[in-house]
Structure formats: structure tokens, C-alpha cells
């Protein structure tokens, strides 16, 4: 029988069954290169003291401290009798934390958690009177008092602590490394397929990978942790950068029309009636887009602009250069708010232009159709007719363009608004309604910075906007602190007030809608443990809008929008706020993207805590689309030393949204970031964090590009297509292949 290579052994052959098991079960680890890749979280040194002041709260997670005191107390049960229970407080130089063990165990605890006497202790972090604890948590003693063998090994080196769990604690995981490198290393690491080129290797003087392995996970020195990291990281920036390489490569293998502007078409006379000029970032940014479509190959281009920057300006100069050259451009929005908005912005800026085959149409115009789900059957019918015949150049839809019944005379190019709304299915199946593949543009407003683009969308090529249009106005934000501080509150409605007698109008978004139970719960279980000490479920726009009529807004046109009212409805009450007919408009997010009301000035968020840093960023573009000043009010009723509160600050105190998409990234953890954006890349980054390995991954990227032109099937790097295999199973591998 062919023996298993080395890293696909199954856990089972090596640790036993029940071991394997748990490990599968709850740390996702089922061979042997998976448990080699759980790289240890970090490493404590024996004569160390590591950071309790920083300790997550709702985590399993291992520390290395001294006992300073332990003393048994007797409590009543409620009617049952008394218990004992025993409280050990540790140290480490930075903060103290409490140990509870209850019940028999006690005294036996009690003997062994000496003051003086140092472990490692397991368990998950938890808060009891504003205090941290860990409620009967695993211990491991550390002291002279182990035996010579356990003080030898953990005398002189450091300690790997690995994220763990509560059925598996670090050193059960560090036994199980232990015997895993020890087998490899006894058959001299064979199989072992190292992914880098030696070229590469040796050129950028990097560790071989049995040694950076070893290095990893039983450093001698930090020198070797680093060496290891190093490695480490080269490994997965380069093996994902050739998976986006070889994608770009596919792309370029694939015919595309290609769509040149014609002079004196559409574009030119849309453009010479324009009444302002173009930014030069937009003219920089259209000529790289217009340069892609001159291609026989198909565009892949991501396009990140703030919010405000003119992308759908972009966008629709593109789209006419297609309708110039003959083909037919199709925009997908997220919601049919925003495709509704959409097509009467693209209907408004083009005016006659817009009304090909219409009385009173321009001699070059054509027709701008819109489809969504909720339209109705004559109106869908006809735009249907238009896109099959060609006589509608644009449309401008949601997933409904996807449905199988659409069909296009021409479609030349698809561009996607709010990317990472869109699932990579949805994207492919409008792309292969081309009679050859569409060029495609991409379109963000939140913006990414430029690891994250490299890694994430690294199949695309990044076009950024960050000049905001002449006559857009600053926007002041400020954080409310509501229970602090009520009166703020009470300003902040004067403030709407105000703007509202100065004829603007004003925003205030909630993060419930207020009709459900179900959502109250799903709400609440939502919170985050910060919010959890309050028990309040999350502010609603029926109920916030209720009080707001009767209450500091008495006497305003004030109307509510959300996503469970009728379309029709919704489509009525943007119209009204649109034209100056409400005053105030009390929302959910379904503002956040793509609405465009330049009279509004105010906005205030309720529960703003409750929102993450770039959905805030968007929201708060909404208003200052205008000559006047926006203001945007955060109100939050966290306590000021709350990360949440910390968060708002962030977010008030700049308008740069690459600089706090870099805040965002540091305050979650990029796997959300990644993960909401390709499913493969989360699962493949260990090592690898994007916003500090900024340089790891443009080299990286330069590399693969190399080897996949000289190379596009891996014929000459056996390991690396298999380390490429081992990252694209199945399922990623069609995502990346759908890309």
C-alpha cells in the first residue's frame, strides 16, 4: 500500500483516535501539516511574566503567572448549606487576575497554588465583580518543585502557548507537536513538498522548511522564532499570491471584444455637456479603464473610491464608450434602493442622451432600463424586449439581471457596485450572459487598503479615487456619550432642529427595525460582551421614530424607511425625502450605500457602538453631499474606557477612510476582514497578518507573478502545485476559479 505523503497523514495514525478526534472536532486539525500549521499565539519565557492587563474577555487562553495569595471562603447556598469556594489571585508584573475552584477540590488546589509558586494556567476569561477571572481553570505547575526533566525543559526554553480550547490545553497541544516532529524528523522529513522555488529560497536567504518547523514551535532563541516567522509567512503570501497569479493569467488567456470609444459618439457629447470638469483622479482612473477595454482580453478592474468620489461618474463614462463601440453595459446594485437611485442619477446626469428611440431622445442616445424583482410585469416585459433587441444600451438592476429569462443582444460590460455584497456566483452569472466574456469593473466604497486589495481581490487590478469632487463639503463628527452625558443628546436634537429651520434635512439610522421579537433576540445575541452588562436590546427605528414625532422633533415631517416595507413604499418615502417633502428620516442601514439626497446635512446614529468602523464611514457619507457642512452625531451609551467608545473616536476624528479601514482591521480580526470578502484566504492565513506584512506580500506577489508567466502550469514545480492544491480544495478552488 502507497504510504500517505508526510502532511496528509491523518491525526488518527499518530495521536490515536480519541485525541485525533477532539482535535477535529474542535480546533478543526485533522493531519499532520494542520497541526504543524497551528503555530503557537506566543511564547513565554520562564523567568517572563506575560500580560494579564490584555486578556480578551470570552477566550480560551493560556497564561504563565506567580500565585500571590490564596484564601478558602465559606458562602450560604441558598438554603442548601454553606460552601467553600477558593479564590487564588496571580500576577505577572502587568495585572492580577482571580482563580475560583468550587466544591471538593478545593483544598487540594489550595495546597498546591502556593503564594510564590508559578504555572501555566488554562481556562476561559471571564468577569465576576468588574474583576477578571478563571472560573476552575487547568493548571500546570512550573516550579523547583517539578521534577528535573520538567524543570529542564522549561528552564532554559521558551514556552509556545497555542491557541486553544476548552476540551484541549496548550501543552496537550504542544505533546502532540512534539510527537509529530519527532516522527518526520526519524524518517529524515521525507515527503515533506516544499512550496518555495530554491531560486527564491536561497535568493532571499530564507530557513529550509523542516527547520523553520522545528524553529517554530520549539524556539531556542527569539532569533529562531523570528527566522521561522519569516519563512513561515513567505509560505502563504506566495503559495495564495501564484493562486491569484495564475487567475490573472487564465484572464488574460481569454478572448474579450474590445471596446473602443468612438469619437463623436455618446461619450463625447455626454461629456461636453457636463457642467463641471472632471477630477484628475477621475481622468486618471478613466484612462487606465479605457486602456483595459481597448483590450482583446477581458477587464478585471477594482475600483475604490471614499464615498462622494465620483465612481459612478466613472462608471458611466465607461459604460458609454461601451454603447459607443456597439455593446451593452449592465450595473448590479445590492438592494433596489440603490438601483432605483442608480438609474435615476445615470437618467438625470444624461438627460436627453438617456431617451434613445423617444421623442425629444438625442441623436446619439440610447435607452436606460431598469429591472428589479418587484417591478411590474408589463414594465418588466418591456425592458426585457430592450436588452434582447440591443435598443437599451444600459441597465441597471439587482441579482434580478442574474435570472436565466435575461437575455442581452451585446453585453460588453458588467460593472458590480459594493463588491462585497455580491457573492463570486452571482458576479460570474452575469458575466456569462456575454456571447464572449464581458469586461468587468468593480466598485467599493469602503475602502481597502492596499494589502487587503493585494491579497483579497489580488485577481483584480486596483484603481483608487481618493480626491473628493470640487464643491463637496467637510463633514464634523461627533461622539454623544448618552448616559454620561444626557444633555448632549438633548443638544444633538436641537442640532436637527436647526438644520431642519435652515431648510436642510437630516438622517437618523437605528440598528433594529422594532416590528419582531425574534429580532430583539437575535439583536441582543448579537451584542457584543461589552453590551451584555446593560442587557438593552438595540435602539429601533419604529420605536426611536414614535418617540422623536412626540417628543424633540415634535412638529417635523418625520418618516421611517427599512428593509420589510413594500418596495413601492420604500421607492415612495426616498422620493419624498429626495424632493424636500420630510424633514427627517428615521432608517436602518439600507441608507448606507449609494443614496444621494445633497440636501441632507444631519445625521445622527443611534447606538452607534452597535455598528463596525467602515459601515459608520459609509453611513456618514451620506450627508455633506452639498454645498452646506454635514454633521454626523455618533451616540452611544458605552462607557468611555470601552473599545466600542475608543472605536467612535476613531472614527470622529478622521474622514480618511483608508486610514480607518486600517483601524478597522486592528480592532477585528482581519479574518472578518478576509472572510467576508473570499472564503479561502481566512482559512489559509496563519502566519500572515495583511496590514503588517505589507512588504512580505508585494514581493511575494512580484515573485508568483514571475513563475506563472515563465510557467503557467507548475510543470517545472511539483511542490509548489501541490502546496497550491493542499490551499485551493475544492470549494476554494472554484471560488477562485469563478473570480
Not at 483516535?17 to 513565554?44: C, F, I, N, Q, S
Not at 468593480?442 to 486589495?453: D, E, F, K, N, Q
Amino acid at each position: 500500500m502507497e504510504r500517505v505523503p508526510v502532511l496528509d497523514e491523518p491525526l488518527k495514525n499518530l495521536l490515536g483516535a480519541a485525541t485525533a478526534k477532539v482535535m477535529a472536532e474542535h480546533l478543526d486539525l485533522r493531519t499532520v501539516g494542520d497541526l504543524l500549521h497551528h503555530y503557537p499565539r506566543r511564547y513565554a519565557e520562564r523567568g517572563e511574566l506575560t500580560a494579564l492587563a490584555d486578556l480578551p474577555l470570552d477566550e480560551h487562553v493560556t497564561v504563565v503567572a506567580q500565585v500571590a495569595d490564596a484564601r478558602v471562603l465559606t458562602f450560604n447556598k441558598g438554603g442548601r448549606g454553606k460552601g467553600q469556594r477558593l479564590e487564588v489571585t496571580i500576577t505577572d508584573g502587568s495585572g492580577r487576575m482571580q482563580l475560583v475552584f468550587f466544591g471538593r477540590g478545593v483544598h487540594f488546589h489550595q495546597k498546591e497554588l502556593l503564594p510564590g509558586r508559578r504555572g501555566m494556567f488554562a481556562g476561559k476569561v471571564g468577569v465576576f465583580n468588574r474583576k477578571l477571572q478563571l472560573t476552575h481553570p487547568e493548571y500546570k505547575l512550573l516550579d523547583a518543585e517539578s521534577s528535573d526533566e520538567t524543570v529542564k525543559a522549561f528552564a532554559n526554553e521558551l514556552l509556545p502557548i497555542y491557541p486553544a480550547c476548552k476540551q484541549l490545553e496548550s501543552w496537550t497541544i504542544e505533546q502532540s507537536v512534539s510527537i509529530a516532529l519527532d516522527s518526520l524528523a526519524a524518517t529524515g522529513w521525507a515527503g515533506l513538498a516544499d512550496p518555495l522555488p530554491p531560486a527564491l529560497r536561497e535568493g532571499r536567504g530564507l530557513t529550509e522548511l523542516p527547520e523553520a518547523l522545528q524553529k517554530v514551535h520549539r524556539p531556542r532563541t527569539k532569533a529562531d522564532i523570528e527566522d521561522a516567522r519569516e519563512r513561515l509567512k513567505w509560505d502563504e503570501a506566495f503559495v495564495l499570491q501564484v493562486a491569484l497569479a495564475r487567475r490573472r493569467y487564465a484572464d488574460t488567456q481569454l478572448p474579450a471584444v474590445a471596446r473602443r470609444p468612438t469619437p463623436g459618439g455618446l461619450l463625447g457629447a455626454f461629456d461636453a455637456k457636463l457642467p463641471f470638469t472632471l477630477t484628475d483622479g477621475q481622468k486618471k482612473v478613466s484612462k487606465e479603464i479605457f486602456d483595459d477595454l481597448a483590450t482583446e482580453h477581458p477587464m478585471h478592474r477594482l475600483l475604490q473610491g471614499e464615498v462622494g468620489s465620483g465612481k459612478t461618474m466613472v462608471a458611466l463614462r465607461a459604460m458609454l464608450a461601451v454603447v459607443d463601440a456597439g455593446g451593452q453595459a449592465a450595473m448590479l446594485a445590492p438592494t433596489e434602493v440603490l438601483a432605483q437611485q442608480h438609474h435615476r442619477s445615470v437618467t438625470e446626469m444624461m438627460g436627453e442622451l438617456a431617451e434613445g428611440g423617444m421623442l425629444g431622445g438625442a441623436e446619439h442616445a440610447t435607452k436606460v432600463v431598469l429591472l428589479t424583482g418587484s417591478m411590474g410585469t408589463a414594465a418588466r416585459r418591456q425592458a426585457l424586449l430592450d436588452l434582447v433587441t440591443g435598443e437599451a444600451g444600459i441597465v441597471i438592476g439587482t441579482h434580478a439581471l442574474i435570472e436565466d429569462k435575461v437575455q442581452f443582444h451585446d453585453l460588453g460590460l458588467v460593472v458590480v457596485d459594493e463588491q462585497h455584497r455580491f457573492g463570486v456566483e452571482q458576479r460570474d452569472a452575469l458575466r456569462g450572459k456575454g456571447k464572449q466574456p464581458p469586461h468587468l469593473l468593480v466598485m467599493t466604497a469602503t475602502p481597502i487598503p492596499r494589502t487587503v486589495a493585494m491579497t483579497v481581490f489580488g485577481d483584480l487590478e486596483t484603481s483608487v479615487l481618493d480626491q473628493l469632487p470640487a464643491g463637496r463639503s467637510p463633514i464634523a463628527s461627533h461622539v454623544v456619550p448618552a448616559a454620561d452625558k444626557p444633555h448632549f443628546l438633548t443638544r444633538a436634537w436641537e442640532r436637527v432642529r436647526e438644520e431642519v429651520e435652515n431648510g436642510h434635512q437630516a438622517y437618523v439610522v437605528c440598528p433594529r427595525i422594532g416590528d419582531d421579537e425574534d429580532e430583539k433576540k437575535k439583536a441582543k445575541q448579537k451584542a457584543s460582551p461589552e453590551d451584555e452588562a446593560e442587557k438593552r436590546p438595540p435602539l429601533a427605528v419604529l420605536e426611536v421614530a414614535e418617540k422623536l414625532r412626540s417628543g424633540p422633533l415634535t412638529g417635523l415631517r418625520v418618516e421611517v424607511l427599512h428593509g420589510r416595507m413594500h418596495p413601492d413604499d420604500k421607492d415612495d418615502v426616498m422620493r419624498r425625502f429626495a424632493a424636500g417633502e420630510v424633514d427627517v428620516l428615521v432608517a436602518t442601514t439600507v441608507i448606507e450605500v449609494g443614496v444621494n439626497v445633497p440636501n441632507a446635512t444631519a445625521m445622527v446614529i443611534m447606538d452607534a457602538d452597535r455598528f463596525g468602523v467602515s459601515q459608520l464611514h459609509q453611513l456618514r457619507g451620506r450627508v455633506g453631499r452639498g454645498s452646506a457642512p454635514g454633521l454626523c452625531l455618533l451616540v452611544s451609551e458605552m462607557p468611555e474606557a470601552s473599545p466600542a467608545r475608543q472605536r467612535l473616536t476613531a472614527v470622529a476624528s478622521t474622514l480618511d477612510g483608508f486610514e480607518l479601514s486600517r483601524i478597522d482591521l486592528e480592532q477585528r480580526r482581519e479574518g472578518d476582514v478576509l472572510g467576508q470578502a473570499q472564503s479561502g484566504v481566512r482559512s489559509s492565513l496563519r502566519m500572515l497578518t495583511v496590514i503588517d506584512d505589507e512588504e512580505v506580500i508585494a514581493a511575494a506577489r512580484e515573485e508568483a507573478t514571475a513563475v506563472v508567466l515563465a510557467d503557467p502550469d507548475l510543470s517545472d514545480h511539483p511542490e509548489l502545485r501541490t502546496a497550491l492544491d493542499a490551499l485551493l480544495d475544492k470549494e476554494r478552488e472554484e471560488f477562485l476559479e469563478k473570480g
